[in-house]
């Protein structure tokens, strides 16, 4: 007698397509108030809002989009539907009102990971509140198209308005629709703009990328690239413990990604590894010698360490590769300055400043050299041009000592990463 297979079946996950059929066969039948969420990415969601009129012609679908953070549902929900005819109510964007509480520990590429247990999202908190007013006045399906990571708050955060829903399903995604999520990210990187985001903005992008990670679509190939990208922007949120697991990741599976052993030194720097940053750029001159940001940043760690001459040595390898890097023309000048060899700093500043005028750390830079000398005119003319430049950072600078490790800090992070 054959077993009855029908039986394992039972415990198995739907398809894909089973369940996004399911998921219409639930809209089709519901009549009144219901809760659905629908796990998925934005193009998927996108996707889905145009196809679902389609598909059920008989219901009237009307979508509610957000691009920033809300705190009451409920008004935006009735402001929308009065005097319109709605069945189904497709919401999307939920999730902007939820990254400000995201304290996730960034360094694990776990998929719905959260972890902030201790307080409860201003939208879920008035969802639960307000779960009998949405019931008694929406007679409307409610469909939340959400990421897999928000679904995880609305368990744990919003019970009781979680509890009363009709569903939960998962959209089928296919590589083609992987590949497009993972490329636009991807072309969209940049790391100055990056350092533009909001803390919000810049989690919605770190979840974004260890989402597409965990896609099982997601080809071997593409992943050192993401999680290049995930260690970059791990650096402008200061979390480069979790950047160097990332950027270890990227380097398991692609040993010479060259960019990643560099970018990886700059996080060891920003913990005062310096000896370790300096083994992370080595390995990235074995794969590219000529790379001159890599000699650039060895001399700046090479500095850190008191090891002047030999960052100076860096940094002219760094200038025979790139002869118009105007930031090793300065961070040489004040390896040399640090050796008291005034002269020869100010002539590499000099040059720093014909590649870049407007470049006010060099100008201060050169007024300290000549005030050391005790040239107090040219310190000063010098320092005015500082001040011109950068009135408000002037002032910061000032405050810094005499070494100028302070003073080239942020402008040396800026040109650090590949």
Excluded at 11 to 32: I, N, T, V, W
Excluded at 212 to 224: A, C, I, R, S
Aim: aromatic letters at 12%; glycine letters at 4%.
């Amino acid at each position: 007698m054959n077993p009855n297979l029908s039986d394992w079946d039972d415990d198995l996950p739907p398809e894909p397509e089973e369940a996004y059929q399911d998921l219409l066969r639930a809209l089709r039948r519901k009549s009144g108030f219901g809760l659905f969420f629908v796990q998925c990415t934005p193009v998927e969601a996108d996707k889905f809002i145009v196809k679902l009129p389609q598909e059920i012609p008989q219901k009237k679908v009307e979508v509610l989009r957000f691009v920033e953070s809300i705190d009451n549902l409920y008004q935006r929900v009735a402001e929308f539907v009065k005097d319109k005819q709605v069945d189904i109510l497709l919401i999307k964007g939920l999730e902007y009102s939820l990254y400000k509480y995201e304290k996730r520990s960034f360094g694990e590429i776990t998929e719905g990971q959260f972890s902030n247990l201790t307080s409860v999202p201003h939208i879920l908190n008035h969802l639960n509140q307000q779960r009998e007013r949405f019931r008694d006045d929406f007679p409307i399906s409610f469909v939340f198209l959400l990421r897999s990571f928000s679904i995880n708050y609305f368990i744990h955060r919003a019970p009781d308005f979680f509890d009363w829903r009709s569903g939960v399903f998962e959209l089928p995604t296919t590589p083609e629709v992987v590949e497009q999520e993972s490329n636009r990210l991807l072309l969209e990187r940049d790391y100055e703009e990056y350092l533009k985001l909001t803390p919000e903005q810049k989690i919605e992008k770190v979840i974004e990328i260890q989402d597409l990670l965990t896609e099982k679509y997601q080809p071997e190939n593409q992943k050192p690239r993401l999680l290049f990208e995930l260690g970059n922007l791990l650096l402008t949120v200061n979390e480069y413990e979790a950047a160097i697991a990332s950027y270890d990741q990227a380097l398991k599976l692609k040993p010479d990604k060259h960019e990643a052993w560099n970018n990886r030194g700059v996080a060891l720097g920003k913990l005062v590894r310096y000896e370790e940053a300096i083994a992370s750029y080595d390995q990235v001159l074995k794969l590219k010698p000529d790379y001159h940001l890599a000699w650039n940043n060895r001399g700046i760690a090479l500095d850190k360490l008191v090891r002047n001459e030999e960052a100076i040595a860096s940094y002219d390898q760094a200038l025979n590769f790139k002869p118009d890097a105007h930031q090793a023309w300065n961070n040489r000048g004040i390896a040399l300055n640090k050796l008291v060899r005034n002269e020869e700093a100010i002539a590499s500043y000099d040059q720093a400043l014909k590649l870049k005028p407007d470049y006010y750390e060099a100008w201060f830079n050169k007024a300290c050299c000549y005030a050391l000398q005790g040239n107090i005119e040219q310190a000063l003319e010098n320092l005015q041009q500082a001040i011109n430049l950068n009135p408000d950072k002037y002032r910061e600078m000032a405050k810094t000592d005499s070494d100028f490790d302070g003073i080239r800090e942020e402008e040396r992070f800026q040109a650090l990463i590949q």
